[in-house]
């Protein structure tokens, strides 16, 4: 992806899902001003659950670095964030489905 570009929110198929991050812009994820606030997404990903509930967030943020790799269910939504500087965000993901033999 590119200045601008984002992945709106989904889920995949299957029963694990994961996410890994090759090549990011350099200072990718700092924090840019709109209307004098800081906006604090700036290419980071979501991680959405449902509901907000006690002692816990419905929304985990995740600023990503060269060489992680997020592993997380298939069923919970996520977005990637567009960006505002120059470069490539080179990322991959993969679904697996678990498969039990009796």
């Known amino acids: 992806q590119f ?7 989904h889920y995949h198929e299957g029963d ?3 996410v890994g991050y090759i090549k ?6 700092k924090n840019k001003l709109l209307k004098g606030k800081k906006i604090k997404t700036n290419g980071t990903i979501d991680f959405i659950n449902g509901q ?4 816990s967030k419905s929304i ?4 990503p670095t060269v ?4 592993l997380f269910p298939n069923y919970l939504m996520h977005t990637a964030y567009p960006f505002n500087k120059d470069g490539e965000r080179r990322s991959f993901s993969f679904n697996s489905k678990i498969i039990y033999k009796k």
């Open 3 to 9: 200045k601008g570009e984002y992945n709106p929110i």
């Open 16 to 18: 694990l899902s994961g």
């Open 24 to 29: 990011l812009p350099k200072d990718m994820t």
């Open 52 to 55: 907000k509930a006690f002692l």
């Open 60 to 63: 985990y943020n995740v600023v």
């Open 67 to 70: 060489g992680d790799l997020i």
